[in-house]
T-cell receptor, first 115, second 111 residues
Framework: DTEVTQTPKHLVMGMTNKKSLKCEQH?????MYWYKQKAKKPPELMFV???????INESVPSRFSPECPNSSLLNLHLHALQPEDSALYLC??????????????FGSGTRLTVV | TQLLEQSPQFLSIQEGENLTVYCNSS?????LQWYRQEPGEGPVLLVTVVTGGEVKKLKRLTFQFGDARKDSSLHITAAQPGDTGLYLC???????????FGTGTRLQVFP
C-alpha cells in the first residue's frame, strides 16, 4: 500500500458545526502533515507530527485541532470555522522527519466549504 | 521567512516545445523536491535532489539543483498535453520538519 487516504473527499459545513477530517497511511511512515491549499495557491503547512507527537504548529487558529491516535492515522478536528477557511486540506506522510531522498506522499485532499 | 519563487507563473505552449521552470530562493535547503498537481488532487512527487549541482533525468524531464543549494530548475523536452498541470518546487530546511512550497508554475500544453 503506497497511498495516503483522506476522507471525506468533499465536506460542506456550517459555521457552528463540528466535523473531522481523517487521514490514513500504511507505509510505515513516521511523519505526517496537514497542509491547507487555497485556490490557485501553493499548499501551506499547518501541522507536523513526528513519531506521533506534534512537532510543528504553524500558528494555526485553535478552531483547527489535530490529533494523531497512532502512527497510521491523523485527524483534523474542525469547530466554529469561518467561510475563509474553505480550502483543499491535504494530508501527507514521509519516511521520517527528514524527507530527503524519499519526498512526501500526499493524499487527494478534502475539499472543505464553510457556509 | 523562507521563500521559494518560481518563474514563470504561467506557461502556455504547443505540443513539442521545450520549456524550463525556475525555482529560486535566498535560503539554503537540505533537499529540493518537485511535484506536479492536477485539479482536485494532491501533489505527486516527481523527483528529489539532495546534492548541490546534482542533475536528475526522468524521461523527458531534467531536474537540476544549484551548486549553492538555493535554486533548482525543471526542463521539459518535447512537451505533451499530458504534462499539463501545476508544477511545485518544495524545499526542506536543515534541522526542521518543514517542507516549504514554491509559488507554483501553471503549465498548459496544447495539442
Amino acid at each position: 500500500d503506497t497511498e495516503v487516504t483522506q476522507t471525506p473527499k468533499h465536506l460542506v459545513m456550517g459555521m457552528t458545526n463540528k466535523k473531522s477530517l481523517k487521514c490514513e497511511q500504511h507505509m510505515g511512515h513516521r511523519a505526517m502533515y496537514w497542509y491547507k491549499q487555497k485556490a490557485k495557491k501553493p499548499p501551506e503547512l499547518m501541522f507536523v507530527y513526528s513519531y506521533e507527537k506534534l512537532s510543528i504548529n504553524e500558528s494555526v487558529p485553535s478552531r483547527f485541532s489535530p490529533e494523531c491516535p497512532n502512527s497510521s492515522l491523523l485527524n483534523l478536528h474542525l469547530h466554529a470555522l469561518q467561510p475563509e477557511d474553505s480550502a483543499l486540506y491535504l494530508c501527507a506522510s514521509s519516511e521520517n522527519n527528514y524527507a530527503g531522498n524519499y519526498g512526501y506522499t500526499f493524499g487527494s485532499g478534502t475539499r472543505l466549504t464553510v457556509v | 521567512t523562507q521563500l521559494l519563487e518560481q518563474s514563470p507563473q504561467f506557461l502556455s505552449i504547443q505540443e513539442g516545445e521545450n520549456l524550463t521552470v525556475y525555482c529560486n530562493s535566498s535560503s539554503v535547503f537540505s533537499s529540493l523536491q518537485w511535484y506536479r498537481q492536477e485539479p482536485g488532487e494532491g501533489p505527486v512527487l516527481l523527483v528529489t535532489v539532495v546534492t548541490g549541482g546534482e542533475v536528475k533525468k526522468l524521461k523527458r524531464l531534467t531536474f537540476q539543483f544549484g551548486d549553492a543549494r538555493k535554486d533548482s530548475s525543471l526542463h521539459i523536452t518535447a512537451a505533451q498535453p499530458g504534462d499539463t498541470g501545476l508544477y511545485l518546487c518544495a524545499g526542506e530546511s536543515y534541522n526542521t520538519d518543514k517542507l516549504i512550497f514554491g509559488t507554483g508554475t501553471r503549465l498548459q500544453v496544447f495539442p
